[in-house]
């Protein structure tokens, strides 16, 4: 009997995929969905309170040029933006209930700009992470640092920590000083730039996880890279508020570009969109560091967060059974806005 490379890898597949594999629908929203001059983006995970759902996202107003010559211009639609929320009882039909967090005062290192949070609840209280920056005349849509709020119910107040939980670090990788003929996938110092938090509790400590782009020339590496480079990582921390170390693995994927993760079992899952050689994969780790692809798919939402359902441990999709997230400029539209996607 003779079996071609393709056969063989075909039957390791036939292993996981079943219960592994998903595609998706993708419908629209109301109440935070299309709107002329907002861009609405980036939602968290959501979850469940008093028999509604909530979301939070970045929300900013007006027009943006990432080709002003003025750094201090708003230049993408997450720049001057707040942390909005919205409220459902049926995951399609939202109500905006306004500002969960807003950007800092003057001279605050959150002062230009609060998005793309990711919300986690634990022991009660509900914690919030999220990106932010200071006033930055330089600002060309990196050197975010990580910040975190926390209320005691969904509706808030957030409290915002007095510090940021995690900072880049100067000399890692990022456009400025990623080689053009270097390898990316060889040994390099990570956490060039902080993006995309997800928060869980696990294994009795606090994974934070994050993406960072490694790569300066976005055509570089392409047919293997795709788009950014973006990798994730991840960083540790006994206590929620921190300190997060981050860990000696990073990157812990080579591909993914917003994180969309779910706990399944004793483990986490993740499904990597957009960049990188395992782009549309879900993959699977029981120790929260080494991820394994468990299925290929097609049409991932991009920028999604998932649903926080009670009974994540029943199958391994069903920390992905529907969520949101924002499609991507479609049909030209320029203002970013708030989608459905579901599991099917
Ligand atoms: C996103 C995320 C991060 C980036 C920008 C806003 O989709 O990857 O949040 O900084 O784009």
């Given amino acids: 009997m003779k079996i071609s490379a393709a056969t063989k890898r075909a039957r390791n597949y036939a292993k996981v995929t079943d219960d592994w594999y998903t595609k998706f629908k993708l419908?629209?929203?109301?109440?935070?969905?299309?709107?002329?001059?907002?861009?609405?983006?980036?939602p968290s995970?959501?979850?469940?309170?008093?028999?509604?759902?909530?979301?939070?996202?970045t929300k900013s107003i007006g027009d943006w040029n990432p080709k002003t010559t003025n750094h201090l211009d708003k230049r993408y639609p997450w720049d001057y933006?707040?942390?909005?929320?919205?409220?459902?009882?049926?995951?399609?039909?939202?109500i905006e209930k306004g500002v969960a967090v807003p950007r800092g005062d003057t001279g605050s290192f959150d002062e230009r700009t609060v998005c793309t949070p990711d919300i986690t609840v634990y022991n009660g209280k509900y914690y919030l992470v999220y990106q932010c920056i200071e006033l930055n005349g330089?600002?060309?849509?990196?050197?975010?640092?990580v910040a975190m709020a926390i209320a005691d119910n969904p509706h808030g107040p957030f409290t915002k920590l007095t510090q940021p939980i995690l900072e880049r670090k100067a000399d890692g990788f990022?456009?400025?000083?990623?080689?053009?003929?270097?390898?990316?996938?060889?040994?390099?110092?990570?956490?060039?730039t902080v993006h995309d938090p997800m928060l869980f509790h696990f294994n009795d400590k606090f994974y934070l996880?994050?993406?960072?782009?490694?790569?300066?020339?976005?055509?570089n590496l392409k047919t293997i890279n795709k788009s950014q480079g973006g990798r994730h990582g991840v960083a540790i921390a006994d206590n929620i508020e921190g300190p997060y170390i981050p860990s000696p693995y990073n990157p812990i994927t080579n591909s993914g570009h917003e994180t969309l993760m779910w706990k399944y079992k004793n483990g986490i899952a993740t499904l990597l969109a957009n960049d990188g050689p395992e782009c549309n994969t879900i993959q699977y780790s029981t120790d929260g560091i080494n991820f394994e692809i468990k299925s290929i798919i097609a049409n991932?939402?991009?920028?999604?967060?998932?649903?926080r359902c009670p009974d994540t441990d029943s199958k391994p999709l069903a920390g992905l059974k529907w969520g949101l997230y924002h499609p991507q400029f479609a049909n030209n539209k320029h203002w970013d806005y708030i989608a459905r996607f579901d599991s099917i």
């Fill in 45 to 57: 995970s959501i979850i469940e309170f008093e028999n509604k759902y909530y979301v939070y996202y």
């Fill in 27 to 42: 419908s629209d929203v109301t109440g935070i969905g299309f709107e002329e001059g907002v861009a609405r983006r980036d």
């Fill in 81 to 94: 933006a707040d942390i909005c929320y919205a409220e459902s009882e049926d995951g399609l039909n939202w």
């Fill in 209 to 219: 996880y994050y993406k960072c782009f490694i790569q300066k020339d976005r055509s």
């Fill in 138 to 145: 330089e600002y060309i849509g990196t050197h975010e640092k």
């Fill in 300 to 307: 991932p939402p991009l920028a999604g967060g998932a649903f």
């Fill in 174 to 192: 990022w456009f400025e000083n990623s080689a053009e003929d270097t390898n990316t996938y060889n040994d390099c110092e990570f956490e060039g």
